[in-house]
């Protein structure tokens, strides 16, 4: 990841992990309390809130805690998760979307092609 894109990166995740302490915060909840309703440890909601997701133990972590956390705090859970993936995990994300964008042709192209196989097998039989 070239600096740029890691400045923009963490300037990013700051901005979640304050988003996520604001709503704590607006909710009058306290982090130990947040802890206790999603049953995830009052370090790694610190982290999250500090924009710190990389101390986190790895990806599945970041993500089910985040979106654990943003559904506690009634905030737009898959959202904030498409942001903190992308913020992180720029190159998964292009790979996982061009995976999708060509499963998606495939399967396009298969629908044509059955839907062509049984116009012709009707048109065959018919004659």
Do not use: W
């Not at 304050?18 to 909601?45: E, G």
């Not at 990389?54 to 859970?77: M, N, Q, W, Y």
């Amino acid at each position: 990841m070239a600096d740029t894109e890691r400045s923009e990166a963490t300037v990013a995740l700051l901005a979640i992990g304050r988003r996520i302490q604001t709503a704590r915060k607006k909710s009058r909840m306290t982090v130990a309390k947040l802890s206790a309703k999603t049953a995830i440890s009052t370090r790694f909601i610190e982290y999250i809130e500090a924009g710190e997701f990389s101390k986190l133990p790895g990806r599945s972590h970041v993500l089910g805690f985040t979106r654990s956390i943003c559904r506690e705090l009634a905030l737009d859970a898959e959202e904030i998760v498409q942001a903190v993936k992308s913020a992180m995990y720029p190159a998964a994300m292009a790979e996982f979307e061009l995976t999708i964008a060509h499963q998606m042709k495939r399967s396009l192209v298969a629908k044509i092609a059955n839907a062509l196989k049984s116009a012709l097998g009707v048109f065959t039989r018919s004659k």
